[in-house]
C-alpha cells in the first residue's frame, strides 16, 4: 500500500469546515483513499473512500486532486463530536478484504 | 443500524493467565478481523479470518495467539498465556464480500496484572 503523509493535529472552530489535507505521492492506479476516524478509545470508523472523482456522504466530501497524490477530507460543519484521530489509508481495492494498515493520523480538535 | 458487538468491554486477568475476547460480527459480512490498541499508540492489525480459516497474520500474531468462530456468529480471540505487554484494547472487526468499509466494534480493554 502507498505511503501517506498528513499533519500531526489541526484545529477547527465549531461550525466551520474542517479541510484535513493527506499527501499520497506514491498512490498507484489501482489504489483508493479511504479515510477513518478513531474517537477517544472508541473502534476506527469509516468515513468515505474514492478512486479519483470527488465523493460526498452524509459524513463528509472527499476531494482528490487530478494527479490523484494528494487529497482534502472535508467535514463541512464540524461539531464537538467530530473532535477524533482522522486516518488517511491508500489501498488497492480487494473485493471485500478489508486488512485496514492505520499510520498515526491526524488529530482533530474541534474548538467550541 | 447493523454493528459489531465485544464483550466484555474490560477484562483483568493476572500473567500467565489465558483469556478469551469475543466479538458478534454483523450477520451477513464475510470477513472477520481482530486489531490491537496499546495505549497512546496506533491501532495495529492483528489477523483476518475468511472461509473458517486465518487468512492473513501480522508479526504480533504469535503461538500465544488464536482465533476461532466456534458457532457461526461468535468470533474468537484467545491468548493462551497472557504477558503484561499483551495490555491493550482488542478490536474486532467485520466486512462485507464488494464492500468498501470495514465496521470495528467498541473494543474490549484487556489489562494484565
Known amino acids: 500500500d502507498a505511503k501517506t503523509t498528513q499533519p500531526p493535529s489541526m484545529d477547527c472552530a465549531e461550525g466551520r469546515a474542517a479541510n484535513l489535507p493527506c499527501n499520497h505521492s506514491t498512490i498507484s492506479g489501482n489504489e483508493y483513499v479511504y479515510w477513518y476516524r478513531q474517537i477517544h478509545s472508541q473502534g476506527p470508523q469509516y468515513i468515505i473512500h474514492g478512486l479519483k472523482n470527488n465523493e460526498t456522504n452524509e459524513m463528509a466530501s472527499l476531494i482528490i486532486t487530478e494527479d490523484r497524490k494528494s487529497s482534502t477530507l472535508i467535514l463541512p460543519h464540524a461539531t464537538l463530536r467530530d473532535t477524533a484521530v482522522y486516518y488517511c489509508?491508500?489501498?488497492?481495492?480487494?473485493?471485500?478484504?478489508?486488512?485496514?494498515?492505520f499510520g498515526t493520523g491526524t488529530k482533530l480538535q474541534v474548538i467550541p | 443500524e447493523p454493528e459489531v458487538t465485544q464483550t466484555p468491554s474490560h477484562q483483568v486477568t493476572q500473567m500467565g493467565q489465558e483469556v478469551i475476547l469475543r466479538c458478534v460480527p454483523i450477520?451477513?459480512?464475510?470477513?472477520f478481523y481482530w486489531y490491537r490498541q496499546i495505549l497512546g499508540q496506533k491501532v495495529e492489525f492483528l489477523v483476518s479470518?475468511?472461509?473458517?480459516?486465518?487468512?492473513?497474520k501480522s508479526e504480533i500474531f504469535d503461538d500465544q495467539f488464536s482465533v476461532e468462530r466456534p458457532d457461526g456468529s461468535n468470533f474468537t480471540l484467545k491468548i493462551r498465556s497472557t504477558k503484561l505487554e499483551d495490555s491493550a484494547m482488542y478490536f474486532c472487526?467485520?466486512?462485507?464480500?464488494?464492500?468498501?468499509?470495514?465496521?470495528f466494534g467498541q473494543g474490549t480493554r484487556l489489562t494484565v496484572v
Open positions: 472487526a467485520s466486512s462485507e464480500q464488494g464492500r468498501a468499509e470495514a465496521f
Open positions: 489509508i491508500v489501498r488497492a481495492d480487494s473485493g471485500g478484504y478489508q486488512k485496514v494498515t
Open positions: 450477520s451477513n459480512h464475510l470477513y
Open positions: 479470518f475468511y472461509n473458517n480459516e486465518i487468512s492473513e
